[in-house]
C-alpha cells in the first residue's frame, strides 16, 4: 500500500488525533507518550508549541519506527508545512484551505487536512486535491453539521477538531467523521503535571471512538 493511504488508514483505525499543545517541547514530549500510551499513535504537534519543529524531531528520534504517526498542525502556509515534513511529519494540519500547502502535500505524498467552515470552501479544498477536510472550529457546529454536510458532499472526508469530547465523541464518528481531532479535552491534566489523567483520557477517547465503530 502507498504510505500516505496506509497512514490514512490508520488515523480512520484509531479514530483520535492527539491535538498536542503544551507551554514548552519537554510538556509536548510528556504529552506525547502519555496519549500513545493510551492508545492514540497518530500525534499531531501545533506549531504554536514552543520550538515545535525540534519537537517533531525529538519525537522522531524517540519513535524511529511506526510506534507513532507524526504529524504537524497549525501550518498556515507551505513553507511551513516542508520544514514540518524534513523534520518527520506524515500528515500536516492546517486551519485554512491553503491550495499551496495541498500542492505541496501532494508533491511528497503526505496527508494535507485543510481546514474548512463553509461548503464552498470544502469543494475549492477538495478540487485542490486536500486528502481530508478539517472542519474547523467543530464547536461552531456540532456534530450535527456532519449530515447536513453530508447531503450535498457524502464523498467529503471530515475529521473535527474544537467542540470533541468524551460526551460526543461517538455522535461525530456515527454521523460519518473517519476521526475526531482532540486538543484540551484530551491534554488538560498536563496543565497540573498529571499525565497519568492524560493518558486515561486518550484510552477513553480511542474506546469511545471504535464503539461508534462498530454500532
Not at 511551513?80 to 511529519?89: E, N, S, W
Not at 481546514?115 to 456534530?143: H, N, R, W, Y
Request: with cysteine.
Amino acid at each position: 500500500m502507498i504510505p500516505k493511504l496506509k497512514h490514512l488508514q490508520r488515523i480512520i483505525d484509531t479514530g483520535v488525533i492527539a491535538v498536542i499543545r503544551a507551554n514548552s517541547s519537554e510538556e509536548a514530549l510528556k504529552i506525547a507518550e502519555a496519549v500513545r500510551s493510551g492508545g492514540i499513535d497518530a500525534i499531531e504537534i501545533t506549531f504554536t508549541v514552543p520550538g515545535a519543529l525540534e519537537v517533531i524531531k525529538d519525537l522522531k528520534r524517540a519513535y524511529p519506527g511506526d510506534e507513532i504517526l507524526l504529524g504537524a498542525g497549525t501550518v498556515l502556509d507551505a513553507e511551513t508545512a516542508r520544514l514540518a515534513m524534513l523534520a518527520g511529519a506524515e500528515f500536516i494540519v492546517s486551519p485554512v484551505f491553503n491550495p499551496e500547502m495541498i500542492r505541496l502535500c501532494n508533491r511528497y505524498q503526505k496527508i494535507s487536512m485543510a481546514g474548512c467552515m463553509s461548503i464552498t470552501e470544502m469543494v475549492q479544498a477538495m478540487e485542490a486535491g486536500a486528502d481530508v477536510i478539517k472542519l474547523f472550529p467543530g464547536s461552531a457546529f456540532g456534530p450535527s453539521v456532519i449530515k447536513a454536510i453530508k447531503g450535498p458532499l457524502p464523498q467529503a472526508v471530515l475529521i473535527p477538531t474544537g467542540g470533541v469530547n468524551l460526551d460526543n465523541v461517538q455522535e461525530w464518528i456515527k454521523n460519518g467523521c473517519i476521526a475526531v481531532g482532540v486538543g484540551s479535552e484530551l491534554t488538560r491534566g498536563a496543565a497540573q503535571g498529571d499525565f497519568a489523567a492524560v493518558q486515561e483520557q486518550a484510552r477513553l477517547f480511542v474506546e469511545k471512538a471504535k464503539a461508534a465503530r462498530q454500532s
